[in-house]
């Protein structure tokens, strides 16, 4: 049984800064792109980050410069350092997985619902 379970969300003021966590489980992040999404009330579905299997890297233009995405392939965790916190980055955060993509692919895929092989419940951001 496929789990993404997201943590690290919360509350905080703008400029601040919050790590999101994503533990899987049920599969091997092997051959598997990994990344984030996010979604806020009457806002478009958004790619935020996405890290392929070579460790290559890709980042929204609205949180590039700010976030870090990175893995621990040895415990199936996925990582989002998020930094310089503005409202709006307020959103629920998603993490996700897609079979085979590139990390600039894989991004792309984060924003269509039908391209995710896996994704979790979520975690909420709120930045004020």
């Known amino acids: 049984h496929v789990q993404l379970v997201e943590s690290g969300g919360g509350s905080v003021q703008a400029g601040g800064s919050l790590r999101l966590s994503c533990a899987a489980s049920?599969?091997?992040?092997?051959?598997?792109?990994m990344g984030w999404f996010r979604q806020a009330p009457g806002k478009e579905r958004e790619g935020v980050a996405a890290i392929d299997g070579d460790g290559n890297t890709t980042y929204a233009d609205s949180v590039k410069g700010r976030f870090t995405i990175s893995q621990d392939n040895t415990k199936n965790s996925l990582f989002l350092e998020m930094n310089t916190l503005n409202v709006e980055d307020t959103a629920m955060y998603y993490c996700?997985?897609?079979?085979?993509?590139?990390?600039?692919?894989?991004?792309?895929?984060?924003?269509?619902?039908?391209?995710?092989?896996?994704w979790g419940q979520g975690t909420q951001v709120t930045v004020s």
């Open positions: 049920g599969y091997s992040f092997s051959g598997y792109s």
């Open positions: 996700a997985a897609v079979w085979g993509l590139t990390a600039i692919q894989a991004l792309g895929a984060m924003e269509t619902e039908g391209g995710l092989n896996y």
